[in-house]
């Protein structure tokens, strides 16, 4: 089976500073799609990001970018110009060929003003 | 609209009661799916539906069985209430076909057993 790691439980950042959550995955798989979800206090997950397996290029939404190193199975999300509203729960999650998602264990992301 | 929506958003109860968590999505997806997460925000799945065929069953006692009366909605049931049952539990839906679309998620329910 496929397991995602998220090896730091807690990170913080400086208000506008840039940050890197780290996600490494096992897979056997060549086919497959990696995701960032937020969850604030308000606890409803929300997508950050996302990166299609087949494409070379790091997807980045806005602030948001990814470097999706293949080979590795390494999938880290980096947030420049930390605003106080990234302060949440992020996750990194694995979704396999045949639609099965796998998560992380999550890192609390702190924003320090 | 509400993408995916839960009811009840929060639930208190006393043990050994029986309840149910409904779950509802609007986007037409193929596959629902239930997570439970505990206090240390683990999430951890539960089940999955497509096309009212159960494809995961994690090791979820059997007290819980997910109850589907149609593509777009995918209720959980608990039986015998525990203490341990106590977590946010989310519903989710994502779409089957090619893409490798995310999963939707719901508000999640809070759930507490005294």
């Known amino acids: 089976a496929q397991t995602v790691t998220q090896s730091q439980p807690e990170m913080s950042v400086q208000e506008a500073e840039t940050v890197t959550l780290s996600c490494t995955y096992d897979?056997?798989?060549?086919?497959?799609?990696l995701f960032w979800y937020k969850q604030p206090p308000s606890r409803q997950m929300i997508l950050v990001i996302r990166?299609?397996?087949?494409?070379?290029q790091n997807a980045t939404e806005n602030r948001f970018s990814v470097n999706f190193q293949k080979a590795a199975k390494s999938f880290s999300l980096k947030i420049s110009d930390s605003q106080l509203g990234d302060a949440a729960m992020y996750f990194c999650a694995y979704r396999s060929f045949r639609n099965q998602f796998y998560f992380g264990t999550g890192t609390s992301l702190t924003v320090i003003p | 609209d509400t993408a995916v929506s839960q009811t009840p958003k929060y639930l208190v109860t006393q043990m050994g009661n029986d309840k149910s968590i409904k779950c509802e999505q609007n986007?037409?997806?193929?596959?629902m799916y239930w997570y439970k997460q505990d206090s240390k925000k683990f999430l951890k799945i539960m089940f999955s539906y497509n096309n009212k065929e159960l494809i995961i069953n994690e090791t979820v006692p059997n007290r819980f069985s997910p109850k589907s009366p149609d593509k777009a909605h995918l209720n959980l049931h608990i039986n015998s209430l525990e203490l341990g049952d106590s977590a946010v539990y989310f519903c989710?839906?994502?779409?089957?076909?090619?893409?490798?679309?995310?999963?939707?998620f719901g508000p999640g329910t809070r759930l507490t057993v005294l």
């Open positions: 986007l037409g997806h193929d596959t």
């Open positions: 990166q299609e397996a087949y494409k070379q």
């Open positions: 989710a839906s994502s779409q089957d076909l090619a893409g490798g679309r995310e999963q939707f």
């Open positions: 897979t056997s798989e060549s086919d497959y799609y």
